[in-house]
């Protein structure tokens, strides 16, 4: 089992509509977690962190972290054609940082 | 703003010979981060480096070593090439710990 698990989709949505990207983690001394996306040749692009329970938002994305449950989610509202990547989770756990496979999301026009 | 450099950002070699990446943190960071990433795979962690001195290993091959010097770049050495290195290592840094990485545009080896 790996760390971090991601759906790795493809997942569409319609163009407004909202992402939603899932995610979860097995080492409970994990103690905060990112969101990085990911455009198909580039590098990793960190959109949000997130360190306690709760909600955090951003402009059109939110993070969600549930650690009792080890669940972090993104959404992404008002999706743009331009929000199509691959979203990588990620959870930092001691000093390391741990990648999830990533979710690969298509946004139709 | 200053970002991450990597060079070189191609680099072709043949199987055992050895290659060199090298990476420029953002000024005033003060760790580097190395991750490979194959097709279609998640980013995996080789190394780190706080303030010069190795601060974490991951995943990373012993015939592979890395370092930081004094002006806070750090250089990969890879040995001994197999066909499987081929990737994407990208460079990273932060400022601190924190988990908030800034990567670099990263650097495609190919092994023939």
């Known amino acids: 089992q790996k760390e971090v698990e991601q759906n790795s989709g493809p997942l569409s949505v319609p163009e407004g509509a909202i992402a939603s990207l899932n995610c979860t983690y097995s080492d409970r001394g994990s103690q905060s977690f990112f969101w990085y996306r990911q455009y198909s040749g580039k590098s990793p692009e960190l959109i949000m962190s997130i360190y306690s329970n709760g909600d955090k938002e951003d402009g059109r994305f939110t993070a969600q972290l549930n650690k009792a449950s080890q669940y972090v989610s993104l959404l992404i509202r008002d999706s743009q054609p331009s929000d199509s990547a691959t979203y990588l989770c990620?959870?930092?756990?001691?000093?390391?940082?741990?990648f999830g496979s990533g979710t690969q999301l298509t946004v139709l026009p | 703003a200053a970002g991450v450099i990597q060079s070189p950002r191609h680099l072709i070699k043949e199987k055992r010979e050895t290659a060199t990446l090298k990476c420029y943190p953002i000024?005033?960071?003060?760790?580097v981060y190395w991750y490979q990433q194959g097709p279609g795979q998640d980013p995996q962690f080789l190394i780190s480096?706080?303030?010069?001195?190795?601060?974490d290993k991951g995943s990373i091959p012993d015939r592979f070593s890395a370092q930081q010097f004094s002006d806070y770049h750090s250089e990969l050495n890879m040995s001994s090439l197999e066909l499987g290195d081929s990737a994407l290592y990208f460079c990273?840094?932060?400022?601190?710990?924190?988990?908030?990485?800034?990567f670099g545009e990263g650097s495609r080896l190919t092994v023939l």
């Open positions: 990273a840094s932060s400022l601190g710990n924190t988990g908030e990485l800034f």
């Open positions: 990620a959870a930092r756990a001691r000093r390391q940082l741990t």
């Open positions: 480096f706080y303030e010069k001195m190795q601060s």
């Open positions: 000024p005033r960071h003060d760790t």
